[in-house]
């Protein structure tokens, strides 16, 4: 328990009776700064103690990887509320549809700095309540939302409408960082795209 040791950790490749509790461990350690968790099966247990992240007072980046988190994102989302040091999070190919995304995004940490959620599925509803947090937040610096599994050959996949988030760049004074790659933008959202461009003067 001595704190020069859990400044990071990585967890990952991980199932079994056993994880519920490492979990809750780790989520209980006051000094952590960064906690990596990779392609992990959860169990429902395992799930509740994301909740565990209001307790962590001195974490300052969470990323989550190949972890199914689409059962566990009600958990999750009750500790991001009231986190207080939280500055970067990644959730990464965790299989989050519209729904959870707008869940997640509207659950964000105020203080929040960097928000990567490549390799989901965010459509009308996630970008909706994303494009509220590009224009209200005074901290959000990037933004990666690439990947976003779009098909633009079938239209009931729904579509990447990328013009609600452009309108929020308009008014924007803090994000420098955008990844849209791989979202299947097309002319008419590379139109809203450009316009957002032409008034706003941080993006890197």
């Known amino acids: 328990r001595q704190k020069?040791?859990?400044e990071n950790i990585t967890l990952e490749d991980c199932e079994g009776e056993y994880l519920d509790t490492i979990l809750a461990f780790l989520f209980h350690l006051d000094n952590c700064a960064f906690i990596h968790l990779s392609n992990?099966?959860?169990?429902?247990n395992g799930a509740w103690t994301l909740q565990s992240i209001v307790f962590?007072?001195?974490?300052s980046k969470l990323q989550l990887d190949l972890i199914d988190l689409s059962f566990a994102m009600p958990m999750l989302?009750?500790?991001?509320?009231?986190n207080m040091s939280l500055q970067c999070l990644i959730a990464s190919r965790c299989g989050l549809n519209d729904d959870r995304l707008h869940e997640l995004f509207t659950s964000l940490p105020k203080q929040l700095q960097e928000l990567r959620i490549f390799g989901n599925k965010c459509r009308e509803k996630g970008l909706a309540?994303?494009?509220s947090?590009?224009?209200h937040s005074q901290h959000l610096k990037v933004l990666d939302m690439s990947y976003q599994h779009v098909d633009t050959k079938n239209p009931n996949d729904g579509e990447f409408d990328v013009s609600w988030l452009a309108g929020a760049l308009h008014h924007n004074k803090v994000l420098?960082?955008?990844d849209l790659?791989?979202?299947?933008i097309d002319d008419g959202h590379l139109t809203h795209l450009c316009a957002a461009l032409c008034s706003n003067d941080t993006l890197e």
């Open 56 to 59: 962590c007072r001195n974490l």
């Open 77 to 82: 989302c009750r500790g991001l509320k009231s």
């Open 40 to 44: 992990l099966i959860l169990s429902a």
């Open 4 to 6: 020069a040791r859990w």
């Open 129 to 131: 309540a994303i494009t």
């Open 176 to 178: 420098k960082v955008l």
């Open 133 to 135: 947090v590009v224009h």
């Open 181 to 184: 790659d791989n979202d299947g």
